[in-house]
């Protein structure tokens, strides 16, 4: 489970990457645009897929919160 986060995490950091290369890189402005978007769209769709697998992971008792007590 923690590689899956892990390799997530990478995914989103790399498109997100790719977005920032694409909008900084010289060339012509209407080739770039559809590229950093599509680099967006696909960082934005890891992040919820992340986050729905994380929240079924949870559902199936898979893992288990473990934040802080709100008592002692």
């Given amino acids: ?17 790719a977005a920032g290369f694409f909008m900084l890189r010289n060339g012509r402005r209407d080739k770039r ?4 978007a599509r680099a967006l769209a696909v960082r ?10 994380i ?9 288990q919160p473990t934040g802080l007590p709100l008592q002692r």
């Fill in 1 to 17: 489970m923690k590689l899956l986060i892990l390799l997530a995490f990478i995914a989103i950091l790399g498109a997100l990457a």
């Fill in 55 to 63: 929240l079924l992971c949870w559902a199936m008792g898979w893992i």
């Fill in 33 to 36: 645009g559809p590229q950093m």
């Fill in 44 to 53: 934005v769709g890891v992040s919820v897929a992340l986050f729905l697998v």
